[in-house]
DNA sequence: GTCTATATCCGGATAGAC
DNA sequence: GTCTATCCGGATATAGAC
């Protein structure tokens, strides 16, 4: 971040480049946008657009960090609010839904460059990794000091839970119930398994299931 | 099918192709791969190979097609032979994971497009529903008679393991451990984990985990 | 530093001639 | 069935206006 709060014409194109891109994706699909639409429609030339966002990659980018601040948002009452674990997951993770009920069409297009590690906009990818550390915190915030999760095992759960809201995030887009009505019952459905099975991983499997996780090692703290 | 067996220039033009094709995206990757490279090492026009494969994403089905015919010649000897449930299922992973050791490249590559329901190269597509009918299969012939497992649970077992398979297999390809040895241990590590989390779900939680796969109905007979 | 205009490259895809 | 020519859109480059 630079000293500067805000300049008055610059950042503005950004934020109304940014905003128009999203419309045109919402309405036409991330493929079904061209960088020249997004020009036209802002009012400037394709040069313009390429100068603020040097790559259609790069209005993902923008557009993952967006919803990332109106998903803390969106939760930060509830997890206040909800004394317990089961309640503050649930509500977690129907706000996530709520928010990105719009974009399904967008998401699925983005989903397509979304897996590969190496690929920029991937939710793995060195660039996403300040974004995801605050979607995992998000769940760090949602387990909270609850006891059923013992205390050194809580960064972990909240990552395995981010898993888990990816493979939901996965179904969600591709949902073709009314309203997602089927991803509605998986997610309360998987959130109770996995609140049910909280207690019996801090018995005997507790440590097998850490060791795996943590030799997996998907979440090594970011270079 | 057509009922002709093969037409000697025709078909031939058609396997070199595809064979050419996957040889360079071997080397250089799906997108560093051009329809213009697949021709010319072909000794073809680009309208040519166009003529054979409408899209580049239709050499990825034919892909499909052909690692699922390998993958299942490999795996049948191993579930004829082995005994018991845990070995059987490791031994179908681990020769998937054998057979596309040389292929992450590719496969991340192709990821990208996989996941999205209405992408025809999605796992989850309708024109992969007949390679995705049998690689689930595989795993209903690894599960057999095992007792620890009801005849009415199988073909939901195997479902569920085949999405088990497809997590692996995007950490897979995204492993960066020599000889992605964390992905064997992965595979191992929750194989065990399945196989002794079975016999509790005979147990209270069955229905519920039943109930809740059947109702996401993910793999809903093909239309 | 912000932007226009234009020309150009590249690669997936298609049309139509032979 | 195969070829050449062409279109389209993402991306880059450049020269210059303010």
Known sequence: MTTRKRRPSGEASREHIL??????????????????????AAGLSLGAAYYWFPSKE?????????????HAAASREAL??????RSRLGAVMHAK??????DRKLLR?????????????SVFSAETSEV???AIAIFLDAIGKDESVPEDARPLFAQALWT????????????????????RALVDGSLDLVCNL??????????????????AGLFAAKK
């Open 19 to 40: 905003s128009i891109a999203l419309g045109l994706f919402r309405e036409k699909g991330f493929d079904g946008t061209t960088m020249r639409d997004i020009a036209a």
């Open 164 to 183: 888990l809201h990816l493979g939901l995030l996965l179904y969600f887009v591709n949902d073709t119930s009314e309203d997602q009505t089927k991803t």
């Open 198 to 215: 909280a207690p019996p991983m801090l018995g005997p499997m507790r440590a097998e299931i850490t060791a795996l996780l943590q030799n």
């Open 109 to 121: 297009a983005i989903l397509r460059s979304t897996l590969g590690a190496d690929e920029p906009t």
């Open 132 to 134: 995801r550390g605050q």
């Open 80 to 85: 206040e609010r909800l004394p317990d674990l």
């Open 97 to 102: 839904l709520d928010m990105l009920k719009e």
């Open 58 to 70: 790069a209005l993902v980018l923008a557009y993952y960090a967006r919803q990332q601040d109106a």
